[in-house]
């Protein structure tokens, strides 16, 4: 089956004038402090590309809480509608957590009354420990890494409208899981969930992740594109950790760089590559929008599922 037959395939140009009504609801400073490592973001961006994916997460908002009261006249009770989840998916490297981050902001301002919070799935990674005791370390970030009964049972909760919800945090400058500190998740009216992971269909599962959400974005491009950013993320990571002993890039970043971009070119190859190929890129067709990324991070096409 062709997936892109199961789209709209919209130029930058199309897209951006099904919606020329809005008004960024942040500064450029603003969205400079929630881009992600070497990403590459404008308000143009905002303005073309994210007013427009707004208005459309507000229609499908709309419908859902539509759905929500008409069952519930059907069953003569009132309950108060779950949280409307979004799914924000994609490679390493390729801007899906700054695409995360973006939407929370413009659907806090834009709706000021909801509750919009945000998680990154690498929160349910298994700890370094855990996946050294499976003999899964060199698979970190592939399904099987991730505690996905802990990820189901955090998302089924959620929409249950379960409150103080703890979900473990994730260090980047440790490269895993802080020990016994959690993040609080109370209430949310959108919650939106970003991760590698979150569209794929993990094995002997009956649910999943996906099945949670009621919205789901796939940021996307070519595969050399994105190692060619996630190099210069690595050495971006490497500046930073230079003077913390503490941070997991510290020894390389303090070694021959030759060798430090070497390692980085084989985790690559070994591990994003192959995750992406195999178990990210099958995903793509299960997502409501596909914001697809060209050089310098433009954004020039956006897919629209049919149904």
Do not use: C
Not at 173 to 197: A, K, M, R
Not at 258 to 287: C, H, M, Y
């Amino acid at each position: 089956m062709d997936e892109r037959t199961n789209y709209y395939h919209l130029t930058r140009d199309e897209w951006r004038s099904f919606y020329r009504n809005g008004i960024a609801p942040l500064s450029d400073t603003e969205l400079q402090q929630i881009k992600g490592f070497n990403d590459q973001i404008s308000l143009q961006d905002v303005q073309e590309i994210y007013i427009p994916l707004t208005h459309l997460i507000h229609i499908y908002m709309k419908e859902y809480d539509s759905l929500h009261l008409s069952k519930g006249l059907f069953m003569q009770e009132f309950a108060p509608p779950a949280p409307f989840i979004i799914g924000v998916a994609g490679s390493v490297a390729v801007g899906k957590s700054t695409t995360a981050r973006l939407l929370q902001m413009m659907l806090s301002r834009t709706f000021k009354r909801r509750n919009v919070q945000l998680i990154t799935t690498d929160g349910f990674l298994y700890p370094t420990d855990e996946l050294i005791k499976r003999d899964i370390l060199d698979k970190k970030g592939f399904p099987e890494s991730y505690d996905m009964e802990r990820l189901l049972n955090f998302l089924n909760a959620v929409k249950n409208g379960e409150d103080d919800l703890k979900i473990p945090k994730y260090s980047h400058e440790i490269y895993d899981i802080i020990p016994d500190e959690f993040e609080l998740i109370t209430q949310p009216d959108i919650l939106i969930v970003e991760g590698i992971n979150v569209l794929q269909l993990p094995a002997n599962q009956q649910i999943y992740v996906s099945d949670f959400f009621d919205f789901s974005v796939f940021v996307d491009a070519e595969p050399d594109l994105i190692e060619s950013w996630y190099l210069e993320r690595f050495e971006a990571l490497l500046n930073l950790a230079k003077d913390d002993k503490t941070n997991y890039y510290y020894e390389y970043a303090n070694g021959p760089r030759d060798a430090a971009l070497g390692f980085a070119k084989k985790i690559w190859q070994d591990v994003n590559l192959k995750n992406l190929e195999q178990f990210i890129l099958p995903t793509r067709s299960r997502a409501d929008v596909v914001i697809h990324k060209t050089n310098n991070h433009t954004i020039d096409e956006i897919s629209l599922r049919k149904f």
